[in-house]
């Protein structure tokens, strides 16, 4: 039969981790089915969950809105999950349930994978827009890697400060405005834009301007409908490297996949084809 994997959210009809997770057990020759379970109605989610557990199945990815309620249902958490306060991605080892977030460490091989040398220095100087939960699982994924320096600019700069009390000791973290960050920009080599702003339809906005942009730098956009963001034609504009949103989307399902099976199956062409479905 193989393995039965889930994906459980609202709204998730249009998800491509199907996809991408069809891919991998083609890939890794392994044999199985991940498959969407929408849970529409909130009050519904403890028997769904309840159902899955007598249905045995051998691991799930969890969304919106759904990554924080799931905890009270788990028998372990992964220490980063733990930090965050959500979890993402759940295995089912003989029957123990323990949950993981993959969002930040995801993120990381993305840029890992496209661009060998990343990673390698901890003292580069990384700056982070905004503060949701994206900004919370890169910055957590980050400190756990023992970046040097981190710095965050989000419009609600309390919000900010939350994330940074999560940093460990090897990590110094300035909270700014997003008016500061702009007057800033060229302090930084690595610059992760985290909020929605740029997302389809409204997809002349940006979070701040990259005019005053004028050092070789590694621009990166979490957004990835459209596949270019503004920010990132910015970016381009202004000779920057840029990092698209939607290889997120790839390493995250990646590590999700290697929880489960324990393979880490390899990922190669599948971001031109990602692009091509996306696009
Ligand atoms: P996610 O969990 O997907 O990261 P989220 O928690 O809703 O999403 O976070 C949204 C982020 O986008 C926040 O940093 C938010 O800023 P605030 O904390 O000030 O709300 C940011 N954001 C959303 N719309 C924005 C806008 N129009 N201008 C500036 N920041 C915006």
């Given at each position: 039969?193989g393995?039965?994997f889930?994906?459980?959210g609202?709204?998730?009809?249009?998800?491509?981790?199907?996809?991408?997770?069809?891919?991998?057990?083609?890939?890794?020759?392994l044999?199985?089915?991940?498959?969407?379970?929408?849970?529409?109605?909130?009050?519904?989610?403890?028997?769904?969950?309840?159902?899955?557990?007598?249905?045995?199945?051998?691991?799930?990815?969890?969304?919106?809105?759904?990554?924080?309620?799931?905890?009270?249902?788990?028998?372990e958490?992964?220490?980063?999950?733990?930090k965050?306060?959500?979890?993402?991605?759940?295995?089912?080892?003989?029957?123990?349930?323990?949950?993981?977030?993959?969002?930040?460490?995801?993120?990381?091989?993305?840029?890992?994978?496209?661009?060998?040398?990343?990673?390698?220095?901890?003292?580069?100087?990384?700056?982070?827009?905004?503060?949701g939960?994206?900004?919370?699982?890169?910055?957590?994924?980050?400190?756990?890697?023992?970046?040097?320096?981190?710095?965050?600019?989000?419009?609600?700069?309390?919000s900010?400060?939350?994330?940074?009390?999560?940093?460990?000791?090897?990590?110094?973290?300035?909270?700014?405005?997003?008016?500061?960050?702009?007057?800033?920009?060229?302090?930084?080599?690595?610059?992760?834009?985290?909020?929605?702003?740029?997302?389809?339809?409204?997809?002349?906005?940006?979070?701040i301007?990259?005019?005053g942009?004028?050092?070789?730098?590694?621009?990166?956009?979490?957004?990835?409908?459209?596949?270019?963001?503004?920010?990132?034609?910015?970016?381009?504009?202004?000779?920057?490297?840029?990092?698209?949103?939607?290889?997120?989307?790839?390493?995250?399902?990646?590590?999700?996949?290697?929880?489960?099976?324990?393979?880490?199956?390899?990922?190669?062409?599948?971001?031109?084809?990602?692009?091509?479905?996306?696009?």
């Amino acid at each position: 039969m193989g393995f039965q994997f889930e994906l459980i959210g609202f709204p998730i009809k249009h998800s491509i981790s199907p996809w991408i997770h069809e891919q991998f057990f083609k890939r890794s020759k392994l044999q199985g089915t991940y498959i969407k379970n929408e849970i529409d109605l909130e009050a519904d989610f403890a028997e769904r969950i309840m159902n899955m557990k007598a249905k045995e199945i051998d691991g799930f990815n969890i969304t919106v809105p759904y990554k924080q309620k799931i905890i009270p249902f788990l028998d372990e958490l992964d220490v980063i999950a733990q930090k965050m306060g959500a979890v993402n991605t759940v295995v089912n080892r003989n029957g123990i349930w323990k949950g993981y977030n993959t969002d930040g460490r995801g993120y990381l091989r993305s840029l890992e994978s496209k661009f060998s040398n990343f990673g390698h220095d901890k003292s580069i100087r990384i700056l982070i827009l905004g503060a949701g939960g994206a900004a919370r699982g890169i910055f957590c994924a980050f400190t756990e890697e023992r970046f040097m320096h981190i710095d965050i600019a989000n419009r609600t700069m309390a919000s900010a400060e939350d994330i940074a009390m999560l940093a460990t000791d090897d990590t110094t973290t300035k909270i700014l405005s997003l008016e500061e960050a702009e007057q800033s920009i060229n302090q930084y080599d690595l610059i992760i834009q985290t909020t929605s702003v740029g997302m389809k339809p409204r997809t002349d906005q940006s979070i701040i301007s990259l005019e005053g942009l004028n050092k070789p730098v590694i621009v990166s956009d979490i957004v990835y409908q459209p596949l270019k963001t503004n920010f990132l034609m910015q970016a381009e504009a202004a000779c920057a490297q840029i990092h698209f949103g939607h290889t997120m989307l790839l390493y995250q399902a990646q590590l999700a996949f290697e929880i489960w099976t324990g393979q880490r199956v390899s990922t190669e062409n599948m971001d031109e084809e990602l692009q091509l479905i996306l696009e």
